[in-house]
């Protein structure tokens, strides 16, 4: 009984019922703030088709890139819609969206700088200076200017890049911009070296061919991929990128190529004291020269050295397209050159 005549009492104060006929509501409650983060805002105008707001989103569903029906009028428009029930409106697609205006808003974003604004992708691309012609046609075609030139040479800017592949379906020239990988390192390094050993060892399984060859001549073999398909697929088990990673290898390889026919060898000896990694020896059982092959770094100082002419010296290179490596072999002119 007490408590209830308490509870009357603190009613009916004056101050209690002053502040419940001059209630407020609180404009932070009310009003959203300049931080909130919606649902992401379409401006399907800007879009570029790129997908970097599909490649960024952590949500399984919650974005796509859909494209309208072309008509007379020209083709139709592309552009992401967004999945409310599946989006956790975390605003990456904003953050990576790379157009000026933005083609998704969703609310500023005080936490992500705009040097942190990378897509996240498992492939980056850079050019291989070494094949590159300098057309700048990438250059001139990359949606995002992250494509540009330094000290002469073409250069990918990482921290732009979109990953749309645009520079690379201009580029006219095989292999010189290159999508590379940038996680399995050692699984890469694995199949890198399954497919130099591999055509190394096809190169000198040709014996015949290749001291037969003439000092002007050249020698050419196609050696299908699916030879070698089936051991990279035990490294990298994923086929695609188990094919780009041997056609970014094999586009620029060079192999030097070491051989010397063993019945005309003199066993002068000469070769073993100048070679830099002693794999060049004498076995006295077999009464022969021989060569280990995982230490020997083809350098040609034993080729330069045979007062016979035995030893050979062969260079080999390479190109892949999609079902054949395409290899040209020929004899080193490198005596000549160093009379010239």
């Known amino acids: 009984m007490s408590s209830l005549m308490w509870y009357i009492y603190d009613f009916a104060r004056k101050a209690w019922a002053s502040a419940f006929t001059d209630a407020k509501t609180n404009p932070e ?40 029906m072309d008509d007379e009028s020209g083709e139709g428009s592309t552009y992401p819609i967004i999945n409310p029930s599946s989006c956790i409106r975390c605003g990456f697609c904003a953050e990576v969206c790379p157009t000026d205006p933005k083609t998704l808003e969703c609310g500023l974003n005080h936490l992500i700088l705009p040097e942190f604004n990378l897509i996240p992708s498992k492939r980056q691309f850079i050019v291989d200076d070494y094949l590159c012609i300098k057309c700048k046609k990438c250059l001139k075609n990359c949606p995002v200017d992250a494509i540009g030139q330094e000290d002469g040479k073409i250069v990918v ?33 694995e ?35 699916s030879e070698i398909m089936d051991d ?17 290898t094999v586009n620029r390889l060079k192999i030097r190529v070491i051989d010397w026919d063993k019945s005309k060898c003199e066993k002068c000896q000469l070769c073993i004291p100048d070679c830099p990694t002693s794999c060049i020896s004498f076995d006295d059982d077999k009464d022969t020269i021989v060569r280990d092959k995982s230490r020997c770094l083809r350098c040609s ?12 010296y062969f260079m080999a290179k390479f190109a892949c397209d999609d079902e054949n490596i395409h290899i040209i072999v020929k004899a080193s002119n490198l005596n000549e050159d160093i009379v010239e």
């Open 232 to 248: 990279a697929l035990k490294i990298i088990p994923d086929r695609e990128v188990s094919f780009e990673i041997m056609s970014n």
């Open 301 to 312: 100082i034993c080729y330069q050295t045979c007062p016979f002419s035995v030893i050979k």
């Open 29 to 68: 409650i009310a009003e959203k703030p300049e931080r909130f983060r919606d649902f992401p805002k379409v401006n399907k105008e800007f879009c570029i088709g790129c997908g970097a707001c599909t490649v960024s989103c952590p949500s399984p569903h919650a974005i796509k890139i859909v494209r309208e």
């Open 157 to 189: 800017d990482q921290l732009k890049c979109i990953y749309c592949s645009d520079c690379l379906d201009v580029c006219p020239v095989n292999g010189a911009m290159k999508r590379v990988f940038v996680d399995n390192l050692q699984d890469q390094k």
């Open 191 to 225: 199949l890198i070296l399954l497919c130099v050993n591999y055509l190394e060892d096809f190169i000198n399984s040709k014996e015949d061919d290749l001291r037969s060859l003439e000092h002007n001549g050249l020698l050419q073999y196609d050696v299908s991929i």
